[in-house]
């Protein structure tokens, strides 16, 4: 299958062990794609290098074969990008962000966005600043989704929702898989990329880790892969053992004896 996102051994190192590192993977035309990792892991500094915002030390990330920082203005005029969060000016009104959204893609035909707006329950005319986290989120994926684009970036899309617009974000997102869009979602959600990937891709700590198909992952198995195997045995005894001692202490029985 032709790929269309593409990652070469791609580097962005902010030292201390910050960014990323090497990442080398490949989502093919009309795949939808999970790219998991815990907070840190990666996954928006990845985002970044696809869309242009800022170039690789080494390696390169490429958009329909396209060098995303060399072709970034054109990348950025025709993929749909979702950041993880989102930053506009707060005394625009929603339906002015989405204008000033549509005019740098030259978009003209406002009946997709309409139609999203309604889906999404979401009101424009408010203005940005008034608006909650899970608002500004639905603002966010309308202006992504509206110019229905053949490669949207999704990084991390259904914080701040509702289990409601969950839902209805997951079904715009298999929507948009038969219409044949190729998509890249990045999460640390099970749930979400089970309802929407076709396979997943691990990232931890900058590294690339390993892949999976979605269908195949288990809660435990993607914690492992998220955290690492010494992190799921950490179990909180401390307050068994502070109950257990209060309960066994001088004064707790003589409280006890007192009360009978």
């Known amino acids: 299958m032709e790929p269309i996102i593409q990652l070469e051994r791609a580097t962005k190192d902010y030292g201390r062990g910050r960014g ?18 815990a907070n840190g892991a990666g996954k928006s500094v990845t985002m970044r290098l696809l869309m242009g915002f800022v170039r690789p ?28 969060e989102l930053a506009c000016p707060s005394d625009l009104t929603g339906r002015a962000f989405l204008d000033f959204v549509a005019a740098m893609r030259g978009a003209r035909d406002h009946r997709r966005r309409d139609e999203l707006t ?16 899970g608002t500004k989120q639905k603002l966010g994926i309308v202006a992504a989704f509206m110019g229905a684009p053949d490669v949207l970036l999704l990084d991390e899309p259904t914080s701040g929702l509702d289990l409601l617009m969950q839902r209805r974000f997951v079904e715009l997102v298999r929507a948009e898989r038969a219409r044949g869009a190729t998509v890249l979602l990045s999460s640390h959600v099970l749930g979400e990329v089970e309802g929407t990937c076709d396979r997943a891709i691990f990232i931890r700590r900058g590294h690339l880790l390993s892949r999976a198909q979605a269908s195949d992952l288990t809660l435990d198995a993607t914690l492992e892969r998220l955290y690492g195997a010494e992190a799921l045995g950490r179990h909180w005894e401390g307050d068994a053992s502070a109950a257990s001692a209060a309960f066994d202490s001088p004064s707790a029985a003589s409280s006890k004896g007192g009360r009978s």
Do not use: N
Not at 28 to 34: D, L, S
Not at 122 to 132: E, F, G, H, N
């Open 20 to 37: 990323v590192f090497k990442v080398s993977f490949a989502v093919a035309r009309g795949e939808v794609v999970g790219f998991l990792g």
């Open 57 to 84: 030390s080494s390696g390169r990330a490429l958009i329909g074969g396209r060098d995303c920082f060399a072709d970034r203005a054109r990348i950025q005029r025709s993929v749909g990008y979702l950041p993880g």
């Open 118 to 133: 309604e889906f999404f329950e979401l009101d424009p005319s408010a203005r940005i600043r008034s608006m909650s986290k």
